[in-house]
């Protein structure tokens, strides 16, 4: 699947030159990363906005090397807040206006394995990244229960029910 396919509704704004260099670190780096929250919702075209990238991933040695080598590869640095006990490891790279954090731990998703094995590889350019099901989202928002996610969940629930509506319809 293409992204021009998951956000052809999104004609004035277009983030998909930064998703691409983003796809192209993460798979130069060999890093294997979910993407989540609000970025992930609008490719699968929930009118929503975000101004970073939420990314879930396995925790280990190798992979916080990994992000190191990400954030290199995109001008950037791991900053503050960077909580070691709670698996967040923010990027930012200000020039660019960058920011992905990448979590270990995700309220509402048992496991990345999990959570991978539902998502979907939407192309960009020479790579791909992978995108959470809007259902898992969904389910992370409405456990993680932040005034933000309840201020989108009306609109996520109805952008899922579009979806199945009109998987169904073709069927």
């Known amino acids: 699947m293409r992204h021009r396919d998951l956000i052809s509704n999104f004609t004035?704004?277009?983030?998909?030159?930064?998703l691409e260099r983003i796809a192209d670190a993460l798979a130069e780096c060999r890093l294997?990363?979910?993407l989540i929250g609000n970025?992930?919702?609008?490719?699968?075209?929930?009118p929503v906005t975000t101004i970073g990238f939420d990314?879930?991933?396995?925790?280990?040695?190798?992979?916080?090397?990994?992000i190191r080598r990400v954030a290199a590869r995109l001008g950037g640095s791991i900053r503050r807040p960077y909580y070691p006990s709670s698996g967040l490891y923010r990027v930012i790279n200000d020039a660019a206006g960058l920011q992905?954090?990448?979590?270990?731990?995700?309220?509402?998703?048992?496991?990345f394995s999990g959570l991978k094995a539902r998502a979907r590889r939407v192309a960009f350019g020479r790579s791909a990244l992978l995108v959470a099901d809007l259902?898992?989202?969904i389910r992370s928002k409405r456990v993680t229960d932040r005034p933000q996610d309840r201020a989108v969940l009306e609109v996520l629930e109805k952008t899922l029910?579009?979806?199945?509506k009109g998987k169904a319809d073709k069927k």
């Open 12 to 18: 004035s704004v277009n983030g998909a030159p930064l």
């Open 32 to 34: 294997e990363a979910v």
């Open 39 to 46: 970025a992930a919702a609008a490719l699968h075209a929930a």
């Open 55 to 66: 990314f879930m991933f396995r925790k280990s040695e190798a992979n916080l090397a990994k």
């Open 100 to 111: 992905l954090d990448f979590m270990s731990a995700v309220h509402g998703v048992r496991s």
């Open 135 to 137: 259902s898992d989202i």
């Open 161 to 164: 029910h579009e979806a199945q």
